[in-house]
């Protein structure tokens, strides 16, 4: 009506507002294929373990290798501050909730100690699984070298938003072009959002990407400092990206979902929207094998004067083999992962998870209505 | 803005979200007609009662008949896996909460004894009333033959998802087409959601179609695989193939709504919707005479690592005739099904269920506003 | 994507998702008119009050008259079946929850007397107000000359959804052209919500429209049934009605948003989404002089199997003239309607309802968000 | 469908609704600048205080100064009516809450004493700040020309809706151009929601403007009167209206968005939507060092019979020091404001507020779920 347009507000989507439409043929479950590369490196299954200290420890690494998916280890937690990290776990589990704050500033404000830094990768290899660390920007030029040194295969550089290029007075600027050709090991950064950002990391010569900035609608990141991208969105942008990217060079940069991902439902959902993987923090929090022993809490870097994370009480729900492959009895989609996917891509007729990129998707809230509760599953 | 689109998202509608707009003539209620047919088989009601054990048992499927609709007899289920069902049935429902799982793993995974789907079929037809079973896709070419020989009105193929084309390696796809030249009886497949595949099955000869998947928001289909489409679009779409598959070849396939429907508004969202009849589990599991006796249960064969169908106290609220045709009190919508339906046929000026599907509808959600709580049916 | 049309829904908006927005210029809440005119009739407020039992005595009629509005009484009611209808309307405000349903039932059992339908109309009138009576469809012909005999100035006709042209086989059709032709009254007719059937009732020669079929999100019509139409959209729709007749022949009919109005911003909205007046019920019901004692309950003539009204407890929140003219600490919009409306108008710069006709409105849902409880309505 | 258009209905957008889209590059929080400017003066931190008792007192307004915000004193409020207002704001802080609103009548019914407006004035300057006061249109005539004697800064003409033009019986319209060229001290005028009053407004020859009318969904305005405009598209329309201005006249005109931000995300968002600064109440009603000592009440002038502000229990979380710059172990967004503003402009490298109305804003709806309450910040 004569407005200029100042500036114009384009829909977004979370994994709550979407649902996969079934295919035109289906297939048995037992004849998909959840297969995801990341480089040269291949893993059964699409699941990687987030670089949280309550999540990934070293053993812990190793058991999702075997499991058939990928454990980041925080190269900045506790892992490489303490000898004895298993103490601390436990001083953070035992710690009462008044105190709990207090504790977690005291423990990460201890100096990360480099001989560490190449104890815990070395760890992870002798193990025999995939050795993939997460460096923030800031400490990537000085703990990398080590890392690699120490046989890391996977190099990850995050923060809260990753872009190709970030202004700093602080630290000079790290170029992830001469980064990646410095440590000739593959490298994987995030986390960001949008097509044209996405695009130009894939320039710079990584082999995957990270997606999600304030993806829940109750994120701390949306509440606190209002920025953020519902997943499903994020992903189809960052999905887009790859394809625009592999056109253009020929190389396919793996695309892996990382955060708001809680049921089997949204995990299907994050790859039908275009994800090669996801990464999960909480739900593994919730396994007996988690290091967090039934807690989780966030990273140690965030802005000084910004809430820093808080210890949650996720409780132990099941072993990480039930999480991924079940059985279960619980209806809530938090059991059985793999089995969920592969049920998805049977409803879709999808052999893998590149068809399963294909599946239509619809929106359709799933507000939760009280009065209509006792609704079967086959009903 | 210039990103390349990598998946386009469309809007759902289910139940909660549409409303059925008045018409511009409107009809005395006792001038409507709510006749259903599928293949020859005429119904004075567009209601099917759900293939599930707690709610239709051989004598529940000759009530069913007496009421003018059709109950559909799980031909997996406990009546054909034991002489005497209704013990079992009471064992379900005698059954404490905290081991009723274990008793209902137990109790499906007794064989199904052949000799007993035949004297199924058998016990309805010699009731007098239409006799239509359901059997799953992996079963039907060794189950079929013996309904079909017992005399068997109607079969109904029912899996979660349902295509013209099924890919297995444990089981040599059933090919509708032939099936159906075979046994000569009308078959009703499903379920289905989507225009392309249900004109696609339509295509293979069957009868009659049931739209359904995943169709309530809390779902646990969509919860745990984040597949499902909410009815109401659903049911647009599976009507729109059966008026070009009836512009196509003149012959009219019954679609049925199936699963979701709780309400009286319900139904009749679903059949201006473009159902021409609604299969119906939960409300009819309430009914004095279901063999649940209160409960409801999921069917027997999902994902072996998937969470299994629990028990769920659905409360019994009256016998079938008061929900299917009142009298209530009550103000929900639960009983009096078929009234509410011809009131809304006399305020959409529609003479029978066709004209029905003429109806306008409109997106109008009905979130509940507590605070408006004393709202009056004529205010 | 090649799916032919079946139907298309479009989105229809009630009061709450709704809001207006100020105008360029504003005036002074007191430099503003409220007045209201149907046929020869001039009202000082836009306010009619429903056809309920518990909201419209004579008595009440005279009162609403001397407020400035008008009530219309229900001929159908207790006031023309008892002699005596205040120790009925005792009987129902005091029955116990348990037994009402009954109470009721059997109040509304005993037949009209049409010598009561003659008397209250005397009443009404001897008392010096305009007199308005609300009959059903199936009564009008039998009651409307009573009415008209006694002196009515206005007759209502009304059930759930009226349109020009209704079937029946129990009673001959009522046309309203031949109706007005005969009783020389002016007549309002309703419910109804679209543009084609509102055109086609204004030109029977009716004087006013009630707008409302289903309206609240909550609304057991929608619930029961599945008809109804929000009533932002619907009054949109009548006021289009009303402009194009208003073109073609030069008469202004009165359009009267009926149902779900709860608030004054609910009233401003409803005026100016493009209503003459509005007609409200259990604000009414409300009010300490309103015949229900602080209950409310429907009309006697539902489908005989779909529930009766129930008696609802709406509590009495103050006098008549409070609700409509304050003053009031209570915060809610429940009170000084009238007020409100002329606060509204002032900020939308409107010296009459005409000229709030024409302010723009939003779409701007009003979720109640819990945890941002303690706004203050000036900050 | 042939319906003549009577009015169309465009969808506005609050701050739970949207969040900010990051940026294609990502700077440092340090090197970020947070200043706003009104007219000649400057200040650090573009945030108000709003002119509410409970709020802004002449020493809370020396203590924004030190801050580097400004406090915003009502000149019609308890500081201009009594000479010690202390006295009184403890009688409204201990007033039982059954009695509070007839203390609250009677306290603000008495007089205006115009030799406090004045040396309320001449506090604020001594004490060093820049003093902005806040005057009604009624009052602006009579109240101007001390506050300007005494030395005033900045003058704000406030009430509900303002326009450039107002009609009223009671006082002669005020007429901003006029008024702007008598007292020769930049004023501000609020408030407004539109593109074209926002920019009639400012063709006064304004120096500021006050967004924002009814803006919370729970907001009193809309819900009483009906009228309001979310904030996010309310700030929109303005900040086009800057622009437009801009381009015409050269003259910067500051945007500030006033009412309904709780959070840090809040305010992120009001200014990436095109705000130059934000007018916060209650988040200030909460601090340590504010008049109301955990209170918060409306402004004194509403409508006779609308409800006056009722006194709301805020609750004081923390110093005014905390709430702007932080720390805080709070992760709702209610601490560090500042912190969180620097933050969000790294995320999208704005070096300046005029750079983060550039960032891209998306439409994300932030309902809360409470089934996924144990989401972390960094998961």
């Given at each position: 009506?004569?407005?200029?347009?100042?500036?114009?507000?384009?829909?977004?989507?979370?994994?709550?507002?979407?649902?996969?439409?079934?295919?035109?043929?289906?297939?048995?479950?037992?004849?998909?294929?959840?297969?995801?590369?990341?480089?040269?490196?291949?893993?059964?299954?699409?699941?990687l373990a987030s670089a949280m200290d309550a999540v990934v420890s070293?053993?812990l690494a190793?058991?999702m290798?075997?499991?058939?998916?990928?454990g980041v280890l925080n190269?900045?937690g506790?892992?490489?501050?303490?000898?004895?990290?298993?103490?601390?776990?436990?001083?953070?589990?035992?710690?009462?909730?008044?105190?709990?704050?207090?504790?977690?500033?005291?423990?990460?404000?201890?100096?990360?100690?480099?001989?560490?830094?190449?104890?815990?990768?070395?760890?992870?290899?002798?193990?025999?699984?995939?050795?993939?660390?997460?460096?923030?920007?800031?400490?990537?030029?000085?703990?990398?070298?080590?890392?690699?040194?120490?046989?890391?295969?996977?190099?990850?550089?995050?923060?809260?938003?990753?872009?190709?290029?970030?202004?700093?007075?602080?630290?000079?600027?790290?170029?992830?072009?001469?980064?990646?050709?410095?440590?000739?090991?593959?490298?994987?950064?995030?986390?960001?959002?949008?097509?044209?950002?996405?695009?130009?990391?894939?320039?710079?010569?990584?082999?995957?990407?990270?997606?999600?900035?304030?993806?829940?609608?109750?994120?701390?990141?949306?509440?606190?400092?209002?920025?953020?991208?519902?997943?499903?969105?994020?992903?189809?942008?960052?999905?887009?990206?790859?394809?625009?990217?592999?056109?253009?060079?020929?190389?396919?940069?793996?695309?892996?979902?990382?955060?708001?991902?809680?049921?089997?439902?949204?995990?299907?959902?994050?790859?039908?929207?275009?994800?090669?993987?996801?990464m999960l923090g909480t739900p593994f929090a919730q396994a007996?094998?988690a290091p967090g022993?039934?807690?989780n809490w966030?990273?140690?870097?965030?802005?000084?004067?910004?809430?820093?994370?808080?210890?949650?009480?996720v409780?132990?729900?099941?072993?990480?083999?039930?999480?991924?492959?079940?059985?279960?009895?619980?209806?809530?989609?938090?059991?059985?992962?793999?089995?969920?996917?592969?049920?998805?891509?049977?409803?879709?007729?999808?052999?893998?998870?590149?068809?399963?990129?294909?599946?239509?998707?619809?929106?359709?809230?799933?507000?939760?209505?009280?009065?209509?509760?006792?609704?079967?599953?086959?009903?």
């Amino acid at each position: 009506m004569g407005v200029p347009l100042f500036k114009e507000l384009h829909r977004a989507y979370g994994f709550d507002e979407v649902a996969i439409v079934p295919g035109r043929i289906t297939i048995n479950p037992d004849m998909t294929s959840t297969e995801m590369t990341i480089a040269s490196h291949r893993f059964d299954i699409p699941v990687l373990a987030s670089a949280m200290d309550a999540v990934v420890s070293p053993s812990l690494a190793d058991l999702m290798h075997k499991k058939g998916g990928l454990g980041v280890l925080n190269l900045e937690g506790i892992y490489t501050r303490y000898e004895d990290p298993y103490t601390v776990l436990e001083e953070i589990a035992s710690a009462p909730q008044s105190t709990v704050t207090d504790v977690l500033q005291r423990i990460y404000s201890k100096p990360i100690q480099e001989n560490l830094v190449g104890s815990c990768v070395e760890a992870i290899k002798k193990s025999g699984a995939t050795c993939a660390v997460a460096i923030t920007p800031q400490n990537t030029k000085k703990l990398s070298p080590i890392a690699v040194e120490a046989g890391v295969d996977i190099l990850t550089v995050q923060s809260t938003v990753t872009t190709a290029k970030h202004v700093s007075k602080s630290y000079k600027g790290l170029v992830f072009s001469k980064l990646i050709e410095q440590i000739k090991v593959p490298v994987i950064v995030g986390n960001c959002v949008g097509y044209s950002t996405a695009l130009e990391l894939m320039e710079t010569g990584i082999s995957g990407i990270l997606v999600g900035v304030g993806p829940g609608a109750a994120c701390t990141t949306r509440e606190v400092v209002g920025v953020g991208v519902p997943q499903v969105s994020a992903t189809i942008e960052c999905a887009a990206a790859r394809d625009t990217h592999f056109k253009q060079t020929g190389k396919y940069i793996t695309v892996i979902t990382d955060g708001g991902i809680r049921t089997g439902g949204d995990l299907c959902k994050a790859i039908a929207a275009g994800a090669d993987g996801v990464m999960l923090g909480t739900p593994f929090a919730q396994a007996q094998e988690a290091p967090g022993a039934g807690f989780n809490w966030g990273m140690a870097n965030p802005h000084p004067n910004l809430p820093r994370g808080t210890r949650i009480n996720v409780r132990t729900t099941g072993t990480l083999n039930e999480i991924l492959y079940g059985p279960t009895s619980v209806t809530d989609g938090t059991r059985n992962l793999i089995g969920a996917l592969k049920v998805a891509m049977g409803m879709c007729g999808a052999f893998n998870i590149k068809e399963l990129h294909k599946a239509e998707m619809i929106i359709a809230p799933s507000i939760k209505t009280e009065g209509k509760a006792f609704q079967l599953a086959s009903d």
